[in-house]
């Protein structure tokens, strides 16, 4: 729990990763808004540009068709100084200059029959409105766009009296339109341009680069305040994940002095419960030597005394060393331990009580192991203990068989009452697979502060763990319970 709980604050901490995120949004909403920003520049552009060339051109129509309609009506009148102004006031406007650089080419086009005459002069022009029957000299330059356009939009333009204007993909403006003189066509005017509008286009540019660059700062001034308060954060983080830490580890070692001490107590009360029950014995023999039992007495007293050193033994080392357990100078009969167990331990305790029967039933065949006898005992002697503590109040009786089976190269052992049996819920495994009957401070006692549930567990750890057995604890159909031990012979 406390793992995931650290996993979740992983989850949802401030870090770098997030820093880089808000950088790469914000570096594409910036794409995005200048991409938006041309587009909508390029609109204005193209707008005004439109708007300011029809403005153009419509300026400049109107000011030639009136000095046209002055020289028709009043050129023949004027004097030869005022007439000389206004061929060079036209010819200003029909060649290009440095006062209009947008200005490329201009020429008037009169209809005469089919086709058109050009005339692209402004004395020429004079000499034409004071004279229309003057035979007209060719144009001083070619004009084949004016030509062409006036060939596919002459006639219409004529027709509707109406301006035509064609901007190209070189980005010149070709515009035609009539001129008028006392109510009826004379001609068609024809210019050819090029809009200007870098001056415009570069203060446009430069606006939107400041716009830009001020953007810019912003953003780098957001991240950079971003990355101080992250790493303040970070700091932060840091310190309490250290002291956390401290604290944790502080907590795990109180825990684990805590649990040596619970386990040294309880290793203490197990082994007064067996000391106080097997020095009763070794006490009740003494009182009972006689001469003629002395070598009997003797014998049970030294095995008494050897498994109290045993427990001590056990008392004092939590992992004991693997050659005190098992090792090859160890040649114990398994059925030779059962029968002391149950003749000098338990059948002196049923001596007082009348309501627990044994009956064994061992194999002869049944070889020798290469543990401890000691070991051993610590393991049957439980487990009886257990069958007879949980066999309710009724006449117990407690069956215990070995079996060799030579092809499979195994022995059994097995340890079965008639008794209430074991609680369903104590035979449920965990995740690893073991029983919760094995499970340390597991008992079926209704008795509250004593050490209780630590015989099963004991055997378990002894007999899977230390010895290499396989112990199994299951309910029999009839009724009580059934433990079962496995030995590998190789």
Same mark, same amino acid.
């Given at each position: 729990m406390?793992?995931q709980?650290? *996993?979740? /604050?992983?989850?949802?901490?401030f !870090?770098?990763?997030?820093?880089?995120?808000?950088?790469?949004? %914000?570096?594409?909403f910036?794409?995005? =808004?200048?991409?938006? +920003?041309?587009? *909508?520049?390029?609109?204005f552009?193209?707008?005004? *540009?439109?708007?300011?060339e029809?403005d153009y051109?419509?300026q400049i129509?109107?000011?030639?068709?009136s000095t %046209?309609?002055f020289l028709i009506k009043?050129g023949?009148?004027?004097?030869?100084?005022?007439?000389k102004?206004?061929?060079? $006031?036209?010819?200003?406007t029909m060649?290009?200059?440095?006062a209009n650089?947008a200005?490329?080419e201009?020429?008037?086009?009169i209809q005469?029959?089919e086709?058109?005459?050009?005339?692209d002069?402004?004395d020429?022009?004079?000499?034409?409105?004071?004279?229309?029957?003057?035979?007209?000299?060719?144009?001083?330059?070619? +004009?084949?766009?004016?030509?062409?356009l006036?060939n596919?939009k002459?006639?219409? &333009?004529?027709?509707?009296?109406e301006?035509?204007?064609l901007?190209?993909?070189?980005?010149?403006? +070709?515009?035609l339109?009539?001129?008028?003189v006392?109510?009826y066509?004379?001609?068609?005017?024809?210019?050819k341009?090029?809009?200007d509008?870098?001056?415009?286009?570069?203060?446009?540019i430069?606006?939107?680069? !400041?716009t830009?660059?001020?953007?810019l700062s912003i953003?780098?001034?957001?991240l950079?305040?971003m990355?101080?308060?992250?790493?303040?954060?970070a700091v932060e983080?840091?310190? $309490?994940?250290?002291?956390?830490? /401290?604290?944790?580890?502080q907590?795990?070692? /109180?825990q684990?002095?805590?649990e040596?001490?619970?386990?040294?107590t309880?290793?203490i009360? +197990?082994?007064?419960?067996?000391a106080?029950?097997?020095?009763?014995?070794?006490k /009740?023999? @003494?009182?009972? &030597?006689?001469?003629?039992?002395?070598? !009997?007495?003797?014998? #049970?007293?030294?095995?008494y005394s050897?498994?109290?050193?045993?427990?001590?033994?056990?008392?004092k080392?939590y992992?004991?060393?693997?050659?005190?357990? #098992? *090792?090859?100078?160890f040649?114990?009969q398994?059925?030779?331990i059962?029968?002391?167990?149950v003749d000098?331990?338990?059948?002196? @305790?049923s001596?007082i009580?009348?309501?627990?029967?044994?009956?064994?039933?061992?194999d002869?065949?049944?070889p020798?192991?290469?543990?401890?006898?000691?070991?051993?005992? !610590?393991?049957?002697?439980?487990?009886?203990?257990?069958?007879?503590?949980?066999?309710?109040?009724?006449?117990? %009786?407690i069956r215990i068989?070995? #079996?060799f089976?030579?092809?499979e190269k195994?022995?059994?052992i097995t340890?079965?009452d008639?008794g =209430?049996?074991i609680?369903?819920?104590l035979?449920?495994k965990?995740?690893s697979?073991?029983?919760k009957?094995?499970?340390?401070?597991v008992?079926?006692?209704?008795?509250?502060?004593?050490?209780?549930?630590y015989?099963?567990?004991i055997?378990?750890q =002894?007999a899977?763990?230390?010895?290499?057995w396989?112990m199994?604890?299951?309910?029999v159909?009839?009724?009580?319970?059934r433990?079962?031990?496995?030995i590998?012979f190789?």
């Open positions: 406390k793992r709980k650290l *996993s979740s /604050e992983r989850k949802y901490r !870090e770098f990763r997030h820093i880089t995120i808000l950088f790469v949004i %914000l570096i594409a910036q794409l995005i =808004l200048s991409f938006v +920003h041309k587009a *909508s520049l390029k609109t552009l193209t707008n005004y *540009s439109e708007k300011t029809k051109v419509n129509a109107t000011q030639t068709t %046209l309609n009043n023949k009148h004027l004097p030869p100084e005022r007439q102004e206004i061929v060079t $006031a036209i010819n200003l060649q290009p200059n440095k650089p200005f490329k201009m020429c008037i086009l005469s029959g086709s058109y005459t050009i005339i002069q402004a020429v022009l004079v000499g034409f409105i004071q004279n229309p029957d003057t035979i007209l000299p060719p144009p001083k330059i070619d +004009h084949p766009r004016a030509l062409k006036i596919e002459g006639k219409e &333009l004529l027709a509707k009296n301006m035509f204007s901007l190209e993909r070189d980005k010149y403006l +070709h515009i339109f009539p001129f008028n006392e109510n066509v004379a001609g068609i005017i024809y210019f341009m090029q809009p509008f870098s001056a415009f286009t570069r203060e446009i430069a606006s939107y680069d !400041e830009t660059i001020i953007y953003i780098l001034l957001g950079l305040a990355y101080y308060i992250a790493t303040y954060t983080r840091d310190e $309490a994940q250290e002291a956390l830490m /401290e604290e944790h580890e907590h795990l070692r /109180e684990i002095i805590h040596k001490e619970s386990l040294f309880k290793r009360y +197990h082994t007064h419960h067996k106080e029950k097997v020095m009763g014995f070794i /009740e023999d @003494i009182r009972s &030597l006689t001469p003629a039992n002395t070598e !009997e007495i003797k014998s #049970r007293v030294t095995r050897n498994f109290m050193s045993r427990v001590i033994y056990d008392m080392w992992d004991p060393p693997i050659h005190t357990i #098992r *090792s090859m100078i040649n114990t398994v059925n030779d059962i029968r002391f167990i000098h331990i338990f059948l002196r @305790i001596a009580n009348h309501q627990v029967a044994y009956q064994l039933d061992l002869p065949a049944m020798a192991v290469h543990i401890n006898e000691y070991v051993i005992w !610590e393991i049957i002697e439980p487990v009886i203990q257990n069958s007879i503590d949980h066999g309710g109040d009724s006449e117990l %009786l068989q070995t #079996r089976i030579p092809s195994r022995g059994i340890i079965e008639n =209430l049996g609680s369903s819920d035979l449920e965990d995740n697979g073991v029983k009957i094995f499970h340390e401070n008992t079926t006692k209704n008795v509250e502060g004593q050490n209780s549930g015989g099963c567990y055997a378990w =002894l899977t763990q230390r010895c290499g396989i199994d604890a299951q309910n159909e009839s009724g009580g319970c433990f079962t031990f496995e590998p190789s």
